[in-house]
């Protein structure tokens, strides 16, 4: 495989964007950020004209793949009729309803653009509703890259009781002033939780988390665990708030609050919502999101509810919400053909590469643990290893994230999925023999 043109592209690129990437994230790619051309169906065809079975469904949005039909008809029809207004317009209210209808548990929704926008909404009105400060977070997970919520995120020491300290920043510029109302909690540990409220309980507005952690190897709460969140926020009065910008329309209908049956205060939806357009929307109750509607909260933005991409979304929640086609169960068909192949492969060939997350969101990385399980053994996984497997997979046609994170989307077919495993068995040879080269 070549990459003549992606490199050349990258190098020129360097001179007029920092790092030559958008999104930090990006910069990581190996043998080189690849430059795309274009994408149809589960396929992906970068510059050099190189075919890839797409898994990384760009950073996760593209639900029903690239250049979905009724997509591509519907956001061409209104970009025909124009593409912002700054006005109402009919396909906002056809959104809300939808979704509305996929998450009985909420009674508005509002739009927002990002992920990262979205969850500032939700904090805003968790502290607004409570009044009062303090957020909790757990470590490792991504909720935005803005400064009041980028912490415990890049840290080197695992945490081991619930922290706000200077370690906890994660980026230059930030400012410290954020460490005052937020405490950091590692995953899974039900004791940091319980002694958490125990001292500060009256002062938490929120306790923000995904419902399982996408960004962190893809760790499903242990038993109990997103029970014992519920009945503590419950118990306190502070919210829970579900950041479902990865799991909301991926998992289920109704994200990872239907998938791992635990209702939310509110919920964060962003990513898969709108198919591959940007668009992120909040829901939760009437007595909560009444505060925008008196004025007491501010929520705003110059492309909120676009008519562009709220086609999209309507285009797309129509598909995967059609009642006679259970698009759900069928992703998760395919989602665990494509998981239970894989880790059987791991299995069988005796390397340390672990799946695990669930079929529709699943990491495979190297690890000499069995599962991980928090951030802890996160910190201590192979991510050498991990990114020459991810590159190795690369180089034969299999396109996944970089950090071994795998999506499905309703464009994989079973022959695709049965290919992408005849072909992981020849790089696992590869993986086999790199860990034998490096233990060396
Ligand atoms: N929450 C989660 C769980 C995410 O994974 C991401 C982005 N990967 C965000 C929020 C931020 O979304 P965006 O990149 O659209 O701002």
């Known amino acids: ?97 939808r979704m509305l209808k996929a998450l009985p548990w909420a009674e508005r929704v509002l739009f927002s653009n990002t992920g990262t926008e979205a969850v500032q909404v939700a904090l805003r009105l968790a502290r607004a509703y409570t009044d009062r400060r303090i957020i909790v977070k757990f470590e490792g997970d991504y909720h935005g890259w803005a400064d009041n919520i980028l912490l415990g995120y890049r840290h080197t020491q695992p945490i081991k009781a619930p922290s706000n300290s ?91 609050a239907e998938y791992f049956d635990v209702t939310p205060d509110v919920a964060v939806y962003g990513k898969a919502l709108a198919g591959g357009y940007p668009l992120s929307a909040l829901g939760g109750s009437d007595a909560l999101l009444s505060l925008v509607e008196q004025g007491k909260v501010i929520h705003a933005g110059t492309f909120n509810g676009n008519p562009v991409a709220m086609a999209a979304a309507n285009a797309t929640l129509e598909v995967v919400l059609d009642p006679t086609t259970d698009f759900y169960a069928r992703l998760r068909d395919k989602g665990l053909q494509l998981f239970e192949g894989l880790q059987r492969l791991s ?37 050498a290893g991990t990114r020459a497997w991810v590159e190795a997979a690369l180089r034969q046609g299999i396109f996944q994230m970089g950090d071994g994170r795998w999506y499905v989307s309703g464009a994989h077919t079973e022959e695709d999925i049965r290919l992408t495993i005849e072909k992981a068995s020849r790089i696992v040879e590869f993986a086999t023999n790199e860990r034998t080269v490096r233990r060396a």
């Not at 495989?1 to 958008?22: D, T």
């Not at 190996?30 to 075919?51: K, Q």
């Not at 009724?70 to 124009?82: D, L, N, P, S």
Request: glycine share 10%; charged share 20%; hydrophobic share 40%.
């Open 166 to 256: 200077l370690e906890m920043l994660a980026t230059g510029g930030q400012s410290p002033a954020v460490l005052n109302d937020i405490q950091v909690l590692p995953w899974n540990d039900v004791e940091s939780l319980n002694r958490c409220f125990e001292d500060l309980g009256e002062r938490i507005a929120g306790v923000i988390t995904e419902p399982m952690q996408c960004n962190v190897a893809s760790i499903v709460a242990a038993p109990g665990f997103l029970q014992r969140i519920r009945e503590v926020t419950q118990q306190y009065g502070s919210l829970l708030i579900f950041d479902e910008v990865i799991t909301g329309f991926r998992l289920a209908a109704g994200g990872g």
């Open 1 to 97: 495989m070549e990459f003549k043109e992606s490199k050349e592209l990258y190098e020129r690129a360097k001179h007029s964007i920092p790092a030559g990437v958008s999104s930090a994230f990006r910069a990581f790619q190996r043998p080189v950020p690849l430059f795309i051309h274009r994408g149809e169906g589960a396929r992906i065809y970068d510059v050099d004209g190189n075919e890839y079975l797409d898994y990384a469904l760009g950073h996760g949005p593209l639900i029903l793949g690239h250049c979905h039909p009724r997509i591509v008809e519907a956001v061409g029809a209104q970009v025909r009729r124009g593409s912002t207004f700054g006005c109402q317009h009919k396909l906002e209210i056809e959104v809300a309803e």
């Open 347 to 383: 299995v069988d060939s005796g390397t340390d590469l672990i799946v695990q997350g669930v079929p529709a969101c699943f990491h495979m990385l190297l690890t000499a643990q069995k599962a991980i399980r928090n951030y802890g053994d996160f910190a201590s996984y192979d991510q």
